[in-house]
């Protein structure tokens, strides 16, 4: 079963009030979680397996602070939730080691030998199926981002459709690089954004980075301040045997990481984070 975490940090805020909105969300069991400080974070981190997705986002807001979550899954992605004070969550989730260049754009395109639903059996599909067939390929690679609970705005689909689609891949993924980025400019989060923009490409890992079940996240959580716990968990998988540096995990985006994929073999209980309906 692959290791399931939250990552949980709140900018400038003090222990203690992070402490007694989290016990009052989740109760008295939150009492033993450890809290970090770290250059002006203060982060913990938690089990899939013990705590919601949804929980630990209503601790945050009642924080009201500049406040990341992450949450991964499967061994193949995590998810990162930005919180601004007074405004609404804003998710994406990153696919690790996700290449636009081992990419085939004839993986995403509608299928042709599919025949198209009468319009008065319409009724009979599965919630809006009908109408909400991919057109293009890169319709068809946001539909996925939309099954796993974090849809991308109509704006960037729109743009995205008009590139070749490999190009659209890449934009997609310099967008998740300008989310992230410029929400910690707005934290006053010190980083270094070429490390940064790096990190989520998957350039510099370690050979141990690019086989564990939290992919990139360590060192991403370690470029943004968050701490010795961190710094620490990178040195020791570029000191294990199977270290040194390769240019990214072999292949991208394994067939049983997509969502249909994961939904059919998920067995223990889901974080929660999916929408629901």
């Given amino acids: 079963m692959a290791v399931r975490i939250h990552v949980t940090a709140v900018r400038f805020t003090r222990p203690g009030d992070v402490r007694e909105a989290f016990t009052e969300t989740l109760g008295d069991r939150f009492e033993s ?3 970090s400080e770290s250059n002006g974070w203060v982060s913990f ?3 899939v397996w013990a ?3 949804s929980d630990l986002l209503k601790g945050l807001k009642a924080l009201n602070a500049p406040a990341l979550q992450f949450t991964t899954e499967d061994a193949c992605r995590w998810y990162a939730t930005l919180l601004r004070p007074d405004s609404s969550p804003v998710t994406f989730v990153h696919e690790f080691g996700l290449d636009p260049g081992e990419m085939s754009e004839a993986d995403y395109l509608p299928n042709q030998d599919e025949e198209p639903v009468e319009e008065s059996l319409a009724f009979l599909e599965d919630g809006d199926a009908a109408t909400d067939r991919p057109a293009t390929a890169f319709e068809g690679f946001a539909a996925e981002y939309r099954e796993l609970g974090a849809p991308l705005p109509d704006d ?3 743009e995205c459709n008009q590139l070749p689609f490999q190009e659209g891949v890449e934009r997609f993924l310099h967008w998740q690089c300008d989310l992230l980025v410029a929400f910690l400019r707005e934290a006053g989060a010190e980083f ?3 490390l940064i923009r790096r990190t989520l490409r998957w350039e510099g890992l370690s050979e141990g980075e690019e086989h564990a079940d939290i992919g990139n996240l ?3 959580l370690s ?3 968050l701490g010795q716990e961190w710094d620490d968990w990178v040195r020791q998988a570029e000191e294990s045997p199977a270290g040194g540096t390769t240019a990214r995990r072999q292949g991208s985006r394994s067939e049983d990481c997509r969502p249909a994929e994961v939904a059919s073999r998920r067995s223990a209980p889901d974080s929660g984070f999916r929408l629901a309906g």
């Fill in 51 to 53: 705590v919601g997705h």
């Fill in 45 to 47: 981190h938690t089990s």
């Fill in 33 to 35: 979680v450890q809290l």
């Fill in 223 to 225: 470029q943004i301040g």
């Fill in 192 to 194: 270094n954004e070429g």
């Fill in 156 to 158: 960037l689909i729109q």
């Fill in 218 to 220: 360590p060192r991403l």
